[in-house]
């Protein structure tokens, strides 16, 4: 319905208006852009977007990958894409220049990413997997390794997964069994099995670059013992040519509700005691390196939420403007001309939501890119942990928070559009199947609410939390108008309640409650959630009022800045309040839920 | 993974400890029946469910109907299930002996259905509809037409839809344009184009019976013209025989993203002029009519929802028992053996959560059917005035709570199993394709909010709300023990607030911030529907706790009974609280929402 995949000017705001992005191009790192070249690669990145994904995103849903016991099969479309996404060179975006990249920062890659998870997410993550993969091999392997597959994944001629989870072992990875024999080469021989790859196996690169975690024989028990592997679907002749094939094979296709254009697969590893894997950085410390990445895949699987939440937020506002349907008062006569639906106000409190909630994650989710730049360009070592320290505390919200209100959005759209919502000719039945994984891979939000109420608070010390306060009195220093400084004001006890609930959680943590505590870890995470969108709000609204009072604006403008005031009052007055119920619940340690017993239910 | 589709302990507790349901056989209406015929009905439809429906589940799901352009297509099970279902009399279950029918109480259906539901509903559709417009036809249609269709409706040889949506009159029937004119004979000629048609084609019957909503030439404008008929597919020959194929057509089936065992039909209506339609009782009365049925149908969608959430709860729980994964303290060494993840607290929550959700929703519509039971054998016309009154209010919450509760219960079982939930390996995901129907149909949940807050609140004075209060309080006196006293003192005060609540809402309904107030209207509804099922919840706490003070009671039973305790602990703990919310929002008249321009999204 609306024209643009993304909407251009919500990017520049959030670019340019919020985050000052063009100021990173006084840094060295950045020193050899400016803002044409960040608009043009974004071009680029839309144009793409609009030919090459947008336009097979439901026939990919239609027509899942099948795999004939030999070779999965797709439809030709993704391959398409996936080659002109590589030919543009946005794989190797954010790496530097050495490595043949063109060391653009996160925050532009993630406007570029927005195109694509906004119109097809499935034939997306094909890059985006190899991007975290190389990016993994680029920071821990050793040189040798890293010539031979990195080169080749930034120009999508090798693509790349990350092999996590086991049949048995999803969240808990210090169960995992694969195992890893030293061989007398050097290398190492893997066998085990793992589950969930996403793209694991597929037709569309020359080479498939799994990262593996495994146990070295021998290795500590638990989460210690984890080493991380290089195996390759075909072993690299003498050349670096993909030649043997590697002891890796495709045990079977995984059925999704969504997102069914990635292949989810079952691999298995040295069926044939023969599966090659290379040892990336130390042994043991495997699980520390995938963490360090995961961390970035985290912020990814925000955005992409945020962007599902987005592409049918608009298109259910388009919907609403031209579907008519009953009449408004004043003019509800039976002889009166039915009105647009987003007349009626239940349609407008659902957009209303929609907005505060994709906005919101997506200014949340630039906000952490942000960060991530910054640590990439930090003049001191102090502002490089200060910038790490928040980003550690955020990043359970920035992968939590979308990923719970952007299935909410797409929830709100199919209701929208009524009948037509629930039918698969509309598209947003479509984005709310490809959005629900996003609250359980990469770490379910449980495992978010738990790493953020129990590690990521007391980190350093609390530092993180230090910083958080820091930047957001920051923030609200510069609020110079009233409806700014009216929403403040709205924050400001649930401010103060956060912060006397804090050392609370504390000592309840090390208390004999500790399992009643931990079973509420949920509405920790939705407060401290809902306090920092309100403060995401806030810094929204700031910009806006002082857009609207300081500037000339244009018609256009001051619509788009009303409505960015509007959705913050929203999010103020409807959302930040349900945490009311989180506080009692946590404050008066409730054990409605930890007393509940196993036969009783 | 649970052995029954619907534990048989839960239909007795709802049945016969809270409803009393046995008593009804002391009215003459039911005098024929006992507790041991409502059991063998109920063990009848249990069979039927667990042998003929749940087996083909997810391969209707799977194998959607087809139209090759002459006949629709679909899984032979389908016709198998529908036979037995009408060979064993359940479509006649709730009609006179007279009839032909088993003239059993609305609450023992009720039970029956908890199996269809429970365990394939799409397949379970087609026969429910042929009830609720055999229905129809048996209150309004006069005797000819009544011989004609409902006893050959009643055995499965016809079925029926309810054909009341047009492509552009979706929630406003007002506005429809199907037409209906007058033929010398008697009969009319229908011509105009239905959408959204359940069952609206099929070859599982001998004819098809539309109940078709159409506006006779020169009838009023608005819903006072809209006149109710009979369109079958074929036309009766003089034995009453399906014979000549009636100008109705199947212009096509939309595709779904759950229900897909369902055909939803495009029908065209007199494309050749020669479409034969009888007409139901008076002339302009249609709507009357068919709202009368409706509201028996949103009391069918409120407890679809529920056994579909019920349905992802149950498996979700067995799942939760048997799946390890990670540790709980004390024993979370990695040497130690890993624990089932219902022993995980956030598990916990989300189980017991969805148990509040989905039991709380059953005894809820198993309310609503014992009212609709009370009316049925009411002594004086005072008394059956009161239960209408009281089934009026409450209709409205009885669709749209469960419509919400059971998606959201459905979504926690998605979460529960992880990535398994997230694939059509595991049948969560569908529970809730197929229960994202329900917020939508008979009635959007916006518009359940607008008809409470605006018209059943207020009809015959509030005498709706007079009853409830009565209902409640003489509920409330039953309280014995510490803890329902204590869940009810912790209604208390939602309690004032809503009395309070209510004519200030009255007055506003009336005043210049209409339309604030309309775009709030589902926080009224949120409200109204978290005190009542808090009400709900108190009942059963009430009835359990006195088992477990005043019987000896087995293990097991002691079991069951605190978990209903546990459950509405969490609910008026975790679920009424939120709202606070809601009441802030309404008593302030926020304009949050209706201030929003249209330009501004």
């Known amino acids: ?28 790192r950045f020193s050899e852009h400016n803002k044409d070249t960040f608009d043009a690669v974004m071009d680029t990145a839309e144009k793409i977007a609009r030919e090459k994904f947008a336009p097979h995103n439901r026939k990919a849903d239609l027509n899942e990958p099948t795999f004939d016991g030999e070779k999965v ?54 890059s985006f997997l190899t991007v975290a993969a190389a990016n993994v091999i680029k920071n821990f392997a050793e040189q040798s390794i890293k010539d031979k597959f990195m080169p080749r994944m930034l120009t999508g001629e090798f693509t790349g997964t990350m092999a996590l989870t086991e049949p048995h072992a999803g969240s808990s990875l210090a169960d995992i069994t694969t195992n890893a024999k030293p061989a007398d080469d050097g290398t190492y021989r893997i066998k085990g099995s793992k589950m969930f790859i996403s793209a694991g196996d597929h037709e569309l690169s020359d080479n498939i670059v799994h990262l593996v975690l495994a146990k070295i024989q021998g290795a500590p028990a638990g989460v210690k013992g984890i080493s991380l592997f290089v195996v390759p679907k075909f072993r690299l002749d003498e050349n ?46 495997g699980l520390k390196y995938m963490f360090l990445m995961m961390n970035e895949a985290r912020i990814g699987v925000g955005f992409g939420a945020a962007m599902l939440g987005y592409s049918g937020y608009r298109y259910s506002l388009g919907y609403a403007k031209e579907r008519t349907q009953g009449r408004v008062a004043p003019n509800n006569k039976p002889t009166d001309k039915p009105a647009t639906i987003i007349q009626h106000g239940d349609v407008k409190r659902m957009l209303l939501a929609q907005k505060s909630y994709v906005e919101g994650a997506m200014s949340l989710c630039f906000y952490a890119a942000r960060l991530v730049d910054e640590l990439h360009t930090a003049q001191t070592p102090e502002a490089k942990q200060r910038t790490a320290e928040l980003l550690d505390l955020l990043t359970p919200v ?27 000719e509309y598209p947003v039945e479509q984005c709310w199947r490809d959005n629900r994984l996003n609250p359980i891979h990469e770490g379910t939000n449980g495992i978010q609410a738990l790493d953020l109420m129990t590690r990521k ?145």
Chains 1, 2 share one sequence.
Request: aromatic content about 10%.
């Open 398 to 424: 920035v992968k939590a928070w979308p990923s719970e209100f952007g299935p909410k959005a797409n929830d709100l759209a199919i209701q929208i559009l009524g009948g037509s919502g629930y039918t698969r």
């Open 73 to 126: 099969h797709m439809i030709p479309e993704v391959k398409e894409a996936f080659d002109t996404y590589a030919e543009s060179g946005l794989i190797a975006g954010r790496f530097d220049f050495d490595d043949g990249g063109m060391q653009l920062p996160e925050t532009i890659m993630m406007a570029c990413s927005s195109y694509f998870t906004a119109s097809n997410p499935s034939s997306t993550a094909y």
């Open 457 to 601: 608070l007391w980190q350093a010390n609390g530092a993180g939390l230090v910083q958080l306060q820091k930047v957001m009195g920051e923030d609200f220093a510069k609020a110079q108008h009233p409806v700014s400084k009216q929403l403040i004001a709205e924050l400001q006890p649930y401010l103060l309640k956060l912060q006397k609930l804090i050392p609370v959680i504390g000592a309840e943590l090390a208390g004999e409650n500790q399992n009643a505590l931990l079973a509420n870890a949920s509405c920790f995470l939705t407060i401290f959630g809902q306090v920092v969108m309100s403060w995401m709000w806030i810094r929204q609204a700031i910009t806006s009022e002082e857009a609207l009072n300081d500037n000339v604006v244009s018609q256009d403008d001051e619509a788009f800045y009303r409505g960015k005031l509007q959705a913050a009052k929203y999010f103020l007055d409807w959302e930040l309040p349900l945490t009311d119920r989180d506080f009692k619940v946590l404050s008066s340690m409730s054990d409605s839920c930890s007393a509940m017993q196993e036969n009783w239910f």
């Open 240 to 285: 670096g040519e993909p030649a043997q094939r590697n002891d890796v094979s495709l045990a079977g296709l995984i059925h999704k509700m969504g997102y069914r254009g990635t292949t989810s697969t079952v691999l298995s590893f040295g069926e044939k005691d023969d599966c090659h894997g290379y040892l990336v950085g130390e042994a043991h410390q």
């Open 1 to 28: 319905m609306s024209e643009e995949l993304v909407s251009r000017k919500e990017l520049a705001f959030q670019l340019y208006e919020l985050l000052d992005t063009e100021s990173l191009c006084d840094k060295e």
